[in-house]
């Protein structure tokens, strides 16, 4: 398959018929396409391959999830009106965001623990990403760290998403790291200062942080390494070291004690030095590792004179990440941070939240023009795309159907994943008589 240029507005033209003829030329041969088109089948297709832990955390929703329910409701309350006899040969999925025109207004959402999925976790999706000039917003919460997530893509368009620490010192190392790997923006998090209710990680008592996956980021950073060093040398014997409940009981034995300890320690190089397993397995560092985390991963007192921080700690454009309600919106472009994302985390931390759909056009109503406004949270394919564009969205953000396509076929999954959604709206956009992004509008819908 062809590539596109990172920031090439003329590179995405015409990728409804590259994409449909790319796949009907290659069914002759008996070939289909690596991961299924529709969004739905795309979704019943992971959870067959996904272990049922992995498909549980990235599926699942917050309580009885009727939060991602609405989400995807809230597109059910809005149609698309066709105005055909347009000439609509050349279209544009081109956009301005943060002062660069990128060739379509996706981005890839941050995804935390993508090696459930798939060993190359975010290496993959990045260099899938990057083959269709799609920026993708690595996560806090990666497999790898930032710096080698940029090396798999050299030059591609990238964010890096912060979750903010209870540590400011360790806040401060990562955004200077992302700065210093060539991140272009840092999208601050602001709706994870308490894990929520996620009712099918909680019947299955499985969070995969416990078993020293997704915190790359963090034992990769000179800061959060000294952290450790410092919790271990204090420990007064053994078996503080070993307990990763947090609330200091003793950690039964059993064989899924054994394979979450050979997990940790599996990922213990950067703390221990050493590659080898039983070195790792010796060592308290690991275990301590992921006690460390679960301490300072998060605050409840994060507040929004907490915020200025933030400059003082990189010269990145700050978007805010977790914005629901329009007066916060009207805080966001107050605080003079660079942009703001709606989103209710795909419905991951609260239930009953409002759907973020609802919202947009309030809120691009109150801060658009002033700063860019990022859309997720329900966005499924092209369609739902334009439908988020003309209610007053900038760019919107695709979350679990990418997370899906590499579970199932990896980078290439990915890659047809993106290619897929870009290739609906681009088609979207035509028969609904359009010739460029910038025309959606609310003339384009009809509420229903």
């Given at each position: ?34 991961v299924?088109?529709d ?15 992995a ?40 956009v ?16 935390g ?7 190359e ?24 760290p ?6 798999s ?24 790291r ?28 499985y ?42 009981k ?26 080898s397993?039983r ?14 985390f ?99 969205a900038?760019?919107?953000a ?51």
């Amino acid at each position: 398959m062809s590539t596109v240029a990172p920031n090439d507005p003329a590179a995405a033209r015409g990728i409804s018929r590259r994409t449909q003829s790319d796949i009907f030329r290659a069914g002759i041969s008996g070939a289909r396409p690596a991961v299924p088109v529709d969004a739905r089948r795309l979704d019943a297709a992971a959870e067959a391959v996904l272990s049922t832990e992995a498909y549980a955390y990235i599926a699942g929703g917050a309580g009885s999830e009727q939060t991602v329910i609405a989400n995807r409701s809230a597109f059910d309350r809005w149609q698309l009106w066709p105005r055909p006899l347009h000439e609509v040969s050349s279209r544009d999925l081109s956009v301005d965001f943060l002062g660069c025109t990128r060739p379509t207004p996706l981005l890839l959402a941050p995804l935390g623990v993508m090696e459930l999925v798939h060993p190359e976790a975010d290496l993959a999706v990045a260099r899938a990403a990057a083959s269709v000039g799609v920026p993708y917003t690595v996560s806090n919460q990666a497999s790898f760290p930032l710096e080698r997530i940029a090396q798999s893509a050299p030059g591609a368009p990238r964010l890096f998403q912060l979750y903010w620490s209870a540590s400011d010192e360790l806040n401060a190392s990562l955004l200077s790291r992302a700065e210093a790997a060539g991140y272009e923006a840092i999208v601050v998090t602001l709706d994870t200062h308490l894990l929520g209710w996620r009712t099918r990680d909680l019947d299955l008592a499985y969070l995969p942080f416990t078993r020293g996956m997704g915190i790359a980021q963090y034992t990769s950073d000179p800061v959060f390494q000294e952290l450790v060093k410092q919790r271990a040398s204090a420990a007064s014997d053994t078996s503080d070291t070993s307990d990763t409940s947090g609330e200091g009981k003793a950690v039964r034995v059993t064989p899924k004690t054994i394979a979450a300890g050979i997990s940790i320690a599996r990922r213990g190089t950067s703390l221990t030095g050493s590659r080898s397993l039983r070195d790792n397995l010796r060592s308290p560092l690991p275990r301590v590792a992921v006690e460390t985390f679960l301490d300072v991963f998060s605050t409840p007192t994060l507040t929004w004179d907490d915020l200025a921080k933030a400059r003082e700690w990189t010269s990145l454009p700050i978007i805010l990440k977790g914005i629901v309600h329009p007066d916060d919106a009207e805080r966001t472009a107050d605080a003079g941070v660079d942009g703001i994302w709606i989103s209710n985390h795909g419905g991951r931390q609260i239930d009953r939240s409002v759907p973020t759909l609802d919202v947009l056009p309030e809120i691009s109503e109150r801060v658009g023009g002033r700063m860019p406004v990022v859309f997720d949270s329900g966005i499924r394919s092209g369609a739902d795309a334009a439908i988020a564009l003309a209610l007053g969205a900038d760019v919107v953000a695709l979350g679990r159907p990418y997370a899906y396509g590499l579970g199932i076929a990896g980078e290439q999954g990915v890659r047809e994943v993106i290619r897929n959604v870009l290739a609906e709206l681009d088609i979207t956009l035509g028969l609904a008589g359009l010739t460029s992004v910038g025309e959606l509008d609310r003339d384009a819908l009809r509420a229903v």
